[in-house]
T-cell receptor, first 114, second 115 residues
Framework: DAGITQSPRHKVTETGTPVTLRCHQT?????MYWYRQDPGHGLRLIHY???????DKGEVSDGYSVSRSKTEDFLLTLESATSSQTSVYFC?????????????FGNGTRLTVT | AQSVTQLDSQVPVFEEAPVELRCNYS??????LFWYVQYPNQGLQLLLK??????LVKGINGFEAEFNKSQTSFHLRKPSVHISDTAEYFC?????????????FGRGTSLIVHP
């Protein structure tokens, strides 16, 4: 398995509190992604990064911010969590130079906002 | 822009029966196509991918998919399923040239294999 670690694996938080999810990779891949998975919606891209300090928005970026200060770490922050952000969050990595390599996924973080 | 449609949200099937999970895509440029599988409480893992060449692609666990450019489809098949194939399956597309590499996923198909 690709070396991707998400932390925490589970989180329960209250509405209005800030939350940061961490994705750590040991593969030195250039691209990193944050997706959320919800029933009936599949996977939806929140933000992605194509290098250190290079990030861009996905289709559901409102209410989320990201940072990538090192190749290996990609942080997702919910500045003020809402119940609609209850979801399972997946980090993924890829390296396009490797023959358009597919995504490799972490095991997810289950976030519950009460 | 690109999009992916997985036509069935759920596919029930009996063990040892054949199965086909359907995927259609739209894109204005040539594409790369992927199928991923997600077992309960896990992340997604790659089943197979089409980049170029032969339109019939073989993947892990006995799955295969056929790229049909004229019908813009990439259906996933297995001739005989096992209980252990019960999982969520996702089709994904990314642009092969001239645009965003970022893949777009379908909403997923839940394959339920009954004994």
């Amino acid at each position: 398995d690709a070396g991707i670690t998400q932390s925490p694996r589970h989180k329960v938080t209250e509405t209005g509190t800030p939350v940061t999810l961490r994705c750590h990779q040991t593969e030195n891949h250039r691209y990193m992604y944050w997706y959320r998975q919800d029933p009936g919606h599949g996977l939806r891209l929140i933000h992605y990064s194509y290098g250190v300090k290079d990030t861009d928005k996905g289709e559901v970026s409102d209410g989320y911010s990201v940072s990538r200060s090192k190749t290996e770490d990609f942080l997702l922050t919910l500045e003020s969590a809402t119940s609609s952000q209850t979801s399972v969050y997946f980090c993924a990595i890829s390296e396009p130079s490797l023959n358009n390599s597919p995504l490799h996924f972490g095991n997810g973080t289950r976030l519950t906002v009460t | 822009a690109q999009s992916v449609t997985q036509l069935d949200s759920q596919v029930p099937v009996f063990e040892e029966a054949p199965v086909e999970l359907r995927c259609n895509y739209s894109s204005s440029v040539s594409v790369y196509l992927f199928w991923y599988v997600q077992y309960p409480n896990q992340g997604l893992q790659l089943l197979l991918k089409y980049l170029s060449g032969s339109t019939l692609v073989k993947g892990i666990n006995g799955f295969e998919a056929e790229f049909n450019k004229s019908q813009t489809s990439f259906h996933l098949r297995k001739p005989s399923v096992h209980i252990s194939d019960t999982a969520e399956y996702f089709c994904a597309v990314s642009q092969a040239s001239g645009g965003s590499y970022i893949p777009t996923f379908g909403r997923g198909t839940s394959l339920i294999v009954h004994p």
